[in-house]
């Protein structure tokens, strides 16, 4: 089944420890992407990538890292969470950017006390 | 650069009665539009896609919307509302963003209610 995956779907931590969301899918997909969901903001996108080791900053990068290592992952990496990146998360891919379809994966909640 | 409005942040409409939602947007180069639907607790689905072929797109579950590029619209319409359309919409713009990249900019999302 064609799919974008997300792991953990729920996870609560503390401000500083570093955390990794991993997000990966097997259709071939070029363009990856991170979104943060926020109530009355919508979605914003954090990182995209448009190929295997070429990645861009999107609407809000600041407190993100991102890796594009293989075609199929695209970890999002908090090196010091905070309470302000308490959100809903969603990794998305697409064949390519442009007109393509965009795909989302079921989303991450995090919660940083 | 680009940007997204959607003019509405909740609407409210009798079950059978028609729906509109109003999606206004800014690009430099020629975008690509789209709405996606997010009912509780779930993922985003795309209900459907403007693409610089025919302006007048039809979606998924009865959903069409058309492209004004005088009016820089992307409405989102469907005659007649069922309780199952109940969720929130966006609007989305991509558009290319110079350095061989394309950018997605989401609106801020209309939340549908469906009254029985």
């Known amino acids: 089944e064609a799919q974008v995956t997300q792991n953990p779907r729920y996870l609560i931590t503390v401000t500083g420890k570093k955390l990794t969301v991993t997000c990966s899918q097997n259709?071939?997909?070029?363009?990856m992407s991170w979104y943060r969901q926020d109530p009355g903001l919508g979605l914003r996108q954090i990182y995209y990538?448009?190929?295997?080791?070429?990645?861009d900053k999107g609407d809000v990068p600041e407190g993100y890292k991102v890796s594009r290592k293989e075609k199929r992952n695209f970890p999002l990496i908090l090196e010091s969470p905070s309470p302000n990146q308490t959100s809903l998360y969603f990794c998305?891919?697409?064949?390519?950017?442009?007109?393509?379809?965009?795909?989302f994966g079921p989303g991450t909640r995090l919660t940083v006390l | 650069a680009q940007s997204v409005t959607q003019l509405d942040s909740h609407v409210s409409v009798s079950e059978g009665t028609p729906v509109l939602l109003r999606c206004n947007y800014s690009?430099?180069?020629?975008?690509?539009l789209f709405w996606y639907v997010q009912h509780p607790n779930k993922g985003l689905q795309l209900l459907l896609k403007?693409?610089?072929?025919?302006?007048l797109v039809k979606g998924i579950n009865g959903f069409e919307a058309e492209f004004k590029k005088s009016e820089t619209s992307f409405h989102l319409t469907k005659p007649s509302a069922h309780m199952s359309d109940a969720a929130e919409y966006f609007c989305v713009v991509s558009a290319y963003s110079g350095a061989g990249s394309y950018q997605l900019t989401f609106g801020k999302g209309t939340k549908l209610s469906v009254i029985p």
């Open positions: 998305a891919s697409s064949l390519s950017a442009g007109s393509d379809t965009q795909y």
């Open positions: 403007y693409t610089s072929a025919a302006t």
């Open positions: 990538s448009m190929n295997v080791e070429v990645t």
């Open positions: 259709m071939n997909h070029e363009y």
């Open positions: 690009s430099s180069y020629s975008p690509s």
